[in-house]
C-alpha cells in the first residue's frame, strides 16, 4: 500500500519518524513542512512561491504548510 505521511510539526518530528519506522510493510511517502506550522493545517500559501526540497528517498520539506503539502 502507497501512504503519503503529512504532520504540522515539520519534517524533523520525531514523531513522524516513529510512524514511518512502524510502517516499513508499505510505500511512505513524508511530505512535510520545513518547520513547525502548528495551527495552520488548512491554510493555504497564497502570496510566496511554494519550495520542496528532498530530504532522502520519497521524503520531501516543504516552505509552506500542510495543506500546501498535500497539493
Known amino acids: 500500500m ?3 505521511l503529512v504532520n504540522d510539526d515539520g519534517i524533523e518530528s520525531p514523531g513522524l519518524d516513529a510512524l ?3 510502517l516499513t510493510d508499505h510505500e511512505i511517502w513524508v ?3 520545513d518547520s513547525e ?3 495552520a493545517s488548512h491554510a493555504l500559501t497564497l502570496s510566496d512561491p511554494v519550495r520542496t526540497r528532498q530530504v532522502a528517498e520519497r ?3 516543504v516552505r509552506g504548510t500542510p495543506a500546501d503539502c498535500i497539493l
Open 2 to 4: 502507497r501512504i503519503l
Open 20 to 22: 514511518r519506522g512502524c
Open 31 to 33: 511530505v512535510a513542512p
Open 37 to 39: 506550522r502548528s495551527g
Open 59 to 61: 521524503v520531501f520539506a
